[in-house]
């Protein structure tokens, strides 16, 4: 079935890095625009970055522009997620989603992975 | 950045009722609007996008409705299965932002 599964959370030290991968399965990866997501404790989403099928333009959020990277690997049916210079702030988990595509237009997330919990802690 | 304001915070509805969850946007989007729904400890699904479209195995009793800055998300009649945390999303702009969520509690 489709599915995307998140992997590569975990606690960091204040300025350690990490990077998560998407795995995704049952859909053509190649033919969609994929994103990541996340969510602090007890609080809202936030939209963090994105990447598209076509040419691989990447669009970030100032939270984390500079300091996070995304990349896809269409051989792989990877999406990764880059963090640098990480802060307590940026504890959550982490989501990936796909992008729906429909009628020529490009719309919210159909598809969401179950997350991965990122903990930046001393 | 476009805001998006949800309301209420919390809603008490009893299983059966109808609810009625807002969104409003800073700035017009037109109905480049998504709604999710969030239960406890999953990640969210997508319920409606275009303002007003069910996604694919969404339940009739869902219904989005607006355009512009104001949206409504309406839920006929509360199922058990329903009592959950709803977040709007606008995607006209970047960066694309969240609504900071309703969460629909048994009254």
């Known amino acids: 079935q489709v599915q995307l599964v998140e992997s590569g959370g975990g606690l960091v030290k204040p300025g350690g890095s990490l990077r998560l991968s998407c795995v995704a399965s049952g859909f053509t990866f190649s033919d969609y625009s994929m994103t990541w997501v996340r969510q602090a404790p007890g609080q809202g989403l936030e939209w963090l970055s994105y990447?598209?099928?076509?040419?691989?333009?990447?669009n970030y959020a100032d939270s984390v522009k500079g300091r996070f990277t995304i990349s896809r690997d269409t051989a792989q049916n990877s999406l990764y997620l880059e963090m640098n210079s990480l802060r307590a702030e940026d504890t959550a988990v982490y989501y990936c989603?796909?992008?729906?595509?429909?009628?020529?237009?490009?719309?919210?997330?159909?598809?969401w992975g179950q997350g991965t919990m990122v903990t930046v802690s001393s | 950045e476009i805001v998006m304001t949800q309301s209420p915070a919390t809603l008490s509805v009893s299983p059966g009722e109808r609810a009625t969850l807002s969104c409003r946007a800073s700035?017009?989007?037109?109905?480049?609007l998504a709604w999710y729904q969030q239960k406890s400890g999953q990640a969210p699904r997508l319920l409606i996008y275009?303002?007003?479209a069910r996604a694919t195995g969404v339940p009739a009793r869902f219904s989005g409705s607006g355009s512009g800055t104001d949206f409504t998300l309406t839920i006929s009649s509360l199922q058990s299965e329903d009592f959950a945390v709803y977040h709007c999303?606008?995607?006209?702009?970047?960066?694309?932002?969240f609504g900071g969520g309703t969460k629909v509690e048994i009254k």
């Open positions: 275009r303002a007003s």
């Open positions: 999303q606008q995607y006209i702009n970047w960066p694309l932002t």
């Open positions: 989603a796909r992008r729906l595509y429909e009628n020529s237009a490009y719309h919210g997330f159909d598809i």
């Open positions: 700035q017009s989007i037109s109905t480049n």
């Open positions: 990447i598209s099928y076509r040419h691989g333009s990447t």
